[in-house]
Nanobody, 115 residues
Framework: QVQLVESGGGLVQPGGSLRLSCAASGSVFGISHMGWYRQAPGKQRELVAAITSGSSTNYADSVKGRFTISRDNAKNTVYLQMNSLKPEDTAVYTC?????????WGQGTQVTVSS
């Protein structure tokens, strides 16, 4: 089993920045992909950004150039730096880890972008 604990959400004004962290623990050996998904009220969950163990990254078109995902393999932690935040970025952000055929999820952290 893999446990994921997120931190860093909150309320920020449009144009502001936040950094999310997700620490993995437990049976972390063999985790290949880690990433962040988000779900806004009334919308489906969508992939925001993902990173492989080799640091290849993938971003949703809506966040390219504004968000940066990074990974510290020694700490089993993935980060999501979010800049130039927009009201439409408001959502619950959830960390994901993939190991073999299994997906593990964190509890989610609320990000609200509002003036």
């Amino acid at each position: 089993q893999v446990q994921l604990v997120e931190s860093g959400g909150g309320l920020v004004q449009p144009g502001g920045s936040l950094r999310l962290s997700c620490a993995a623990s437990g049976s972390v050996f063999g985790i290949s992909h880690m990433g962040w998904y988000r779900q806004a009220p009334g919308k489906q969950r969508e992939l925001v950004a993902a990173i492989t163990s080799g640091s290849s990254t993938n971003y949703a078109d809506s966040v390219k150039g504004r968000f940066t995902i990074s990974r510290d393999n020694a700490k089993n932690t993935v980060y999501l730096q979010m800049n130039s935040l927009k009201p439409e970025d408001t959502a619950v952000y959830t960390c994901n880890a993939r190991k073999l055929i299994y997906n593990y999820w964190g509890q989610g952290t609320q990000v609200t972008v509002s003036s």
